[in-house]
T-cell receptor, first 117, second 110 residues
């Protein structure tokens, strides 16, 4: 069973630039969620994709956008980067609603550490 | 609004002593509560969830709806329990968005 993989592991960008982060979900999982974890904080929900459709969004501006592909891998795009976007970005996959009456647990990747200068 | 509070950022406990990591939540419906753990140089992983009512690595957590708490407990701490622990809440089936607390770093003193 292949776990959740994220790329790149580290990234340095300049304010105003755009960035794309990538995530391959665990085998058999159809749902991908993205979280932002600032230093000293818990992860904060950005959005979730279920079978290629956005299925919930947290309190993040529209310059944070995403995609999910037919193979259930996903991208997180951030435009017009700001210094406060510096954080660890976590991707998590799960079985989503197909799993019956309870939410299936999230399986996290190792994250992408984004630094905006 | 969903909110999770973990009042202790740092907790140090001697090996063999009992451990309790506190978690309080705010949610108007019927939430699902979780504890996630991150060991050194490892990814965030699920430790336990309240609906499973099971003990994982000797840890248990009981959902107290009256006190809106979901404290994590272990009777005898082991050195390998040193890690970062996050309490998290979701809004129930179909709402998988997790709201995390700020985490508690547990250090077991040999």
């Amino acid at each position: 069973e292949t776990g959740v993989t994220q790329s790149p592991t580290h990234l340095i960008k300049t304010r105003g630039q755009q960035v794309t982060l990538r995530c391959s979900s665990q085998s058999g999982h159809n749902t991908v969620s993205w979280y932002q974890q600032a230093l000293g904080q818990g992860p904060q929900f950005i959005f979730q994709y279920y079978r290629e459709e956005e299925n919930g969004r947290g309190n993040f501006p529209p310059r944070f956008s995403g995609l999910q592909f037919p193979n259930y891998s996903s991208e997180l795009n951030v435009n017009a980067l700001e210094l406060d976007d510096s954080a660890l970005y976590l991707c998590a996959s799960s079985l989503g609603r197909d799993r019956g009456r309870t939410n299936s647990p999230l399986h996290f990747g190792n994250g992408t550490r984004l630094t905006v200068t | 609004a969903q909110r999770v509070t973990q009042p202790e950022k740092l907790l140090s406990v001697f090996k063999g002593a009992p451990v309790e990591l506190k978690c309080n939540y705010s949610y108007s419906g019927s939430p699902e509560l979780f504890w996630y753990v991150q060991y050194s140089r490892q990814r965030l992983q699920l430790l336990l969830r309240h609906i499973s009512r099971e003990s994982i690595k000797g840890f248990t957590a009981d959902l107290n709806k009256g006190e809106t708490s979901f404290h994590l407990k272990k009777p005898f701490a082991q050195e390998e329990d040193s890690a970062m622990y996050y309490c998290a809440l979701s809004g129930g089936f179909g709402n998988e968005k997790l709201t995390f607390g700020t985490g508690t770093r547990l250090t077991i003193i040999p």
